[in-house]
């Protein structure tokens, strides 16, 4: 278990790292982290640092917030979606990144 607790806290740091590959790498991890991670630490854990980079300053790590809250949805309870995931998601619509509007609206399909 302290292992578990040690692999996504390193990765979850990695989402204030300058680098925005290393920002880029912590969403590729969450895909992966979530696929074996119970709903609660996805939602307590993983949601709050996947909406801190949806401000992100780079287009292409906006757009892969939005790929991967549409991969998590399914494992989300409807508080945490209706909440967290939709105005997050719904900020990102608005984006003036055409890329990043389009998986939003992705998204925002898997979050009805």
Not at 4 to 26: E, F, G, Q
């Amino acid at each position: 278990y302290q292992r578990r607790v040690r692999v996504i806290t390193k990765v979850l740091s990695m989402a204030r790292d300058p680098n925005y590959l290393h920002r880029m790498t912590t969403l590729f991890a969450i895909n992966v982290l979530a696929e074996v991670c119970p709903p609660d630490v996805i939602a307590k854990f993983m949601v709050p640092v996947i909406s801190n980079l949806a401000a992100d300053a780079v287009p292409n790590v906006r757009f892969n917030v939005a790929k991967t809250m549409a991969l998590i949805v399914p494992s989300l309870d409807s508080h945490t979606i209706e909440f967290q995931i939709k105005p997050c998601l719904t900020k990102l619509h608005e984006d003036e990144d055409m890329d990043v509007k389009y998986f939003a609206d992705e998204a925002l399909v898997l979050c009805h």
